[in-house]
């Protein structure tokens, strides 16, 4: 419940944020800082939060990160202008939980399971985030593009408020055996040594760096698309909501598919598949005059998601997988570094699309093509096959 209504905020923002930047007189590169700014401040954070979380118990530091994250939203809702939208932004990102809401998955699900619970992982996220696209596109009309904000740190201060109360670090130990329990490693050190025993392994440096494509995407694509419909193909709030639906159901159906199949096909197999689709699809802009038209644009653009979707929670399940092989008792401290350097890259990914957009609209595309063909390589000739 927490990833879906965080992530069901984020789309509520998302809809509503261009039109947010252009009354504050910003421009489309300023509307990638907005959005990566926030993936910076996350990127600092994330690593130092999710190995506290390894000492001291998930419950007690997501709810400090999500109350930073709160105070920062409901900032935004006030801002006046651009240079205050962006300071705001950077402190929502401060609250850099998601990490210890993926370990909480690790530590519940045995490493046999971890596709399955890493499946459901992102199916939460995604179906958060198709609701907010629906949410999205009426909330803006009717109460005011500031809302976007106001609705979204309501969302998460109820989730922190039932996690607070209803969540326990070792409800489960007695039961299962495999909920986490700070008492285990309470002797465990917060120091980089954890990173550096993760970075020796070749497989756990291959699936971070594959986890980063993953986040540049992620970290771009869809807020770059919401601009171009709105401002390339001249769709409003509502339409533009509708078109997302779409896409999106589409992707949160591929996200639920992978995660069914993850265990039985392993991660490595998803991968490539997944980055097969987005190229082949993603050819479709080199002919500039067939993109342009909006059809054709649209059918590229969805089949480009679907592809994402098969690599999606492929991805997190990859990084468990590796880090159970290694160590078992790491996966706060390898999650953490992995969102870390995540976030990082998805903070550059939409100030570098959105520099190339204003550029030619079908450069970011082209820069998307590239990474997946680089993954694709990385994928068949580095991931082990008993992944």
Known sequence: MATALRSMGMSIVDIGLPSFVIDLSGSLTSFGIIIGIFSVTQSIFQFPFASISDKFGRRKIVIIGM???????????FAQNIIQLIVYRAIQGVGAYTSILQAIIGDIYNKEQHGKGMGYYSLSMNVGYFIGIVLGGL???IFGFRSIFLISGILTSITTFLIFIKFKDNAQIEETGNCFNPNKIKNLDFRLDNIKTLLKTHQYNIAVLLNSVRWFLFGSIVAYLIWVLQIQFKFNEIETSYILI???????GFVFISGRVLDKQGPRKLMYIGQSIVIGFGLVFFVEQMALNVYIFLIATTFIGIGIALFDPAGNALLLKVIEDIDPKLKGSGIGFNNALGFFVSALAPIIICFLGDMNVFYPFYLILLLMAISLIIT???VGKQY
């Not at 779409?246 to 949160?252: C, E, H, K, Q």
């Open 67 to 77: 109350g930073i994250y709160v105070i920062g939203t409901f900032l935004c809702f």
């Open 139 to 141: 909330i803006p009309g």
């Open 246 to 252: 779409i896409i999106v159901a589409l992707y949160v």
């Open 380 to 382: 068949l000739k580095y």
